[in-house]
């Protein structure tokens, strides 16, 4: 079975004026750490591919073996799998033949019919949805003799939510975004080094001090080379589906997302849940730490005062992990139990928790009865993002239904708010609300229909198969 799920970071860049790029690199995949913490891999040309399990920022025990790793032109990955082992051989970049190594963000869904083509003509085992679209690149590439023209051909066979970087054995370097724009991908530039980066996020671009650009667009590729940039758009134009969960949870707070600030956006998610859900409370205490601007955004709208009622342990070893994207229920429990309650904030106050949204609820339960035992006066929660009932395909962990808890506790159910209050007795607060895709797309800015609400409404309509684009519709960069 073929690992099909690879969500994580990827960077990009290439130098016109010769500067050493991997350090530049190695910094922008720390500011995406929270889109991976499995494992991370570098690719520069004319060098084996360096992969290491754990954390990128670990990289320094490494420095012996990085120390010739040097060059102009660099790509780097993070990965945060969701199917598949969590073992070296599927960490990424990958190389494919002498040609060039690749990396990838998303989810094909349909990979194994990809590996099983590419597999039979390589003779190579394609086990990641990364290796196979590698090679099936690598097909059209031989045959059309260009990167733009093989992309293009190997998207019609694409079906899934994707962002690459590849670089190629000359030192040519192209990043691309799939048609409906799933994933978030920027374009940065350094002026004093005159460097060209792309990133999964703009807070990778901040961290070494390029200036953003743009997104991409979806359904872009762009290739930087000693000329500079190139832009080819290798699909026509289509409604996008940009993931909902990116603005709510996943991306950086500091990062700004297809024209929006993923900051802004969680704190007027905060105000739309305080005007659809009134209640007396003491306290708002925000779930640390993605939830902490939606938190902020309530209390605001209400008046209730928040506090930091809960905190991390940033002292162990996990103490700045995300629980969410661990690859195992025991990881998460680990980091979830290292989330302490402040007493003097909690005891005797009615409390209001504010998370950015419940998946399988376990981490939730934890919570609740901690603040309990801290001696609150009653436990309610309202969070950011809508019930969750259906698996993503598209590059989120939510594999499959019987793990989501809103289905497994109200299967059939239509009224959002018994829904809800299966919920709230499943995981032991008073109250419980859920945000809906109105609230939740108005608070973001963009339309609900610009935006993939597939895991709360079941609707997969826009994974299907994409027209090729017309040679008049060319990306200028």
């Given at each position: 079975?073929?690992?099909?799920k690879?969500?994580?970071?990827i960077?990009?860049a290439?130098?016109?004026?010769?500067?050493?790029?991997?350090?530049?690199?190695?910094?922008?995949?720390?500011?995406?750490?929270?889109?991976?913490?499995?494992?991370?891999?570098?690719?520069?040309?004319?060098?084996?591919?360096?992969?290491?399990?754990?954390?990128?920022?670990?990289?320094?025990?490494?420095?012996?073996?990085?120390?010739?790793?040097?060059?102009?032109?660099?790509?780097?990955?993070?990965?945060?799998?969701t199917?598949?082992?969590?073992?070296?051989?599927?960490?990424?970049?990958?190389?494919?033949?002498?040609?060039?190594?690749?990396?990838?963000?998303?989810?094909?869904?349909?990979?194994?019919?990809?590996s099983?083509?590419?597999?039979?003509?390589?003779?190579?085992p394609?086990?990641?949805?990364?290796?196979?679209a590698?090679?099936?690149?690598?097909?059209?590439?031989?045959?059309?003799?260009?990167?733009?023209?093989?992309?293009?051909?190997?998207?019609?066979?694409?079906?899934?939510?994707y962002?690459?970087?590849?670089?190629?054995?000359?030192?040519?370097?192209?990043?691309?975004?799939?048609?409906?724009?799933?994933?978030?991908?920027?374009?940065?530039?350094?002026?004093?080094?005159?460097?060209?980066?792309?990133?999964?996020?703009?807070?990778?671009?901040?961290?070494?001090?390029?200036?953003?650009?743009?997104?991409?667009?979806?359904?872009?590729?762009?290739?930087?080379?000693?000329?500079?940039i190139?832009?080819?758009?290798?699909?026509?134009?289509?409604?996008?589906?940009?993931?909902?969960?990116?603005?709510?949870?996943?991306?950086?707070?500091?990062?700004?997302?297809?024209?929006?600030?993923?900051?802004?956006?969680?704190?007027?998610?905060?105000?739309?849940?305080?005007?659809?859900?009134?209640?007396?409370?003491?306290?708002?205490?925000?779930?640390?730490?993605?939830?902490?601007?939606?938190?902020?955004?309530?209390?605001?709208?209400?008046?209730?005062?928040?506090?930091?009622?809960?905190?991390?342990?940033?002292?162990?070893?996990?103490?700045?992990?995300?629980?969410?994207?661990?690859?195992?229920?025991?990881?998460?429990?680990?980091?979830?139990?290292?989330?302490?309650p402040?007493?003097?904030?909690?005891?005797?106050?009615?409390?209001?928790?504010?998370?950015?949204?419940?998946?399988?609820?376990?981490?939730?339960?934890?919570?609740?009865?901690?603040?309990?035992?801290?001696?609150?006066?009653?436990?309610?929660?309202?969070?950011t993002?809508?019930?969750?009932?259906?698996?993503?395909?598209?590059?989120?962990?939510?594999?499959?239904?019987?793990?989501?808890?809103?289905?497994?506790?109200?299967?059939?159910?239509?009224?959002?708010?018994?829904?809800?209050?299966?919920?709230?007795?499943?995981?032991?607060?008073d109250?419980?609300?859920?945000?809906?895709?109105?609230?939740?797309?108005?608070?973001?800015?963009?339309?609900?229909?610009?935006?993939?609400?597939?895991?709360?409404?079941?609707?997969?309509?826009?994974?299907?198969?994409?027209?090729q684009?017309?040679?008049?519709?060319?990306?200028?960069?």
């Amino acid at each position: 079975m073929t690992d099909k799920k690879e969500k994580c970071g990827i960077v990009a860049a290439r130098s016109s004026s010769g500067l050493d790029v991997v350090p530049g690199v190695l910094k922008a995949l720390e500011a995406l750490q929270h889109r991976g913490q499995e494992s991370w891999g570098l690719a520069v040309e004319g060098r084996p591919v360096f992969r290491r399990m754990g954390l990128v920022t670990d990289w320094p025990l490494y420095s012996d073996e990085l120390a010739g790793f040097s060059g102009q032109s660099a790509i780097g990955h993070l990965r945060y799998s969701t199917k598949g082992r969590s073992v070296l051989d599927n960490a990424q970049p990958i190389q494919i033949g002498s040609d060039f190594s690749i990396a990838h963000n998303g989810t094909i869904v349909n990979a194994d019919s990809l590996s099983a083509e590419a597999g039979d003509e390589f003779d190579a085992p394609c086990d990641s949805d990364t290796k196979a679209a590698g090679y099936r690149l690598l097909h059209h590439l031989r045959l059309t003799g260009s990167m733009f023209g093989a992309f293009e051909k190997l998207s019609t066979e694409l079906v899934g939510a994707y962002c690459f970087v590849i670089l190629t054995s000359n030192g040519d370097v192209y990043a691309a975004r799939d048609p409906r724009g799933y994933r978030p991908l920027s374009l940065g530039w350094i002026e004093e080094s005159k460097t060209l980066v792309a990133a999964s996020e703009s807070c990778a671009l901040e961290s070494i001090g390029a200036a953003f650009v743009r997104d991409i667009e979806p359904g872009e590729m762009v290739m930087f080379d000693k000329e500079g940039i190139k832009a080819h758009r290798f699909s026509a134009k289509v409604e996008p589906a940009h993931c909902s969960f990116e603005f709510t949870y996943f991306a950086h707070p500091s990062s700004r997302i297809n024209g929006v600030s993923v900051y802004e956006a969680r704190k007027n998610v905060g105000r739309a849940l305080a005007r659809r859900f009134r209640t007396d409370a003491d306290v708002v205490v925000p779930v640390p730490d993605s939830a902490r601007p939606a938190a902020l955004g309530y209390a605001l709208e209400s008046g209730i005062p928040m506090d930091e009622g809960l905190m991390k342990d940033r002292y162990r070893r996990k103490g700045s992990i995300r629980s969410f994207i661990e690859p195992d229920q025991g990881g998460r429990d680990e980091i979830v139990k290292r989330i302490i309650p402040v007493r003097d904030v909690i005891k005797g106050k009615r409390v209001v928790v504010i998370d950015d949204s419940l998946v399988r609820g376990t981490s939730s339960k934890a919570i609740v009865d901690s603040l309990k035992k801290a001696g609150a006066k009653s436990v309610k929660m309202a969070v950011t993002f809508p019930a969750i009932r259906h698996p993503c395909y598209m590059g989120i962990d939510f594999p499959t239904k019987d793990e989501l808890l809103a289905h497994r506790v109200a299967e059939g159910e239509t009224d959002p708010g018994k829904t809800a209050d299966k919920v709230a007795k499943e995981i032991g607060v008073d109250e419980f609300y859920y945000n809906d895709i109105e609230g939740l797309s108005e608070a973001i800015g963009i339309p609900k229909d610009s935006l993939c609400f597939a895991c709360v409404n079941g609707d997969y309509s826009k994974l299907g198969a994409l027209p090729q684009a017309r040679p008049e519709e060319r990306v200028k960069a």
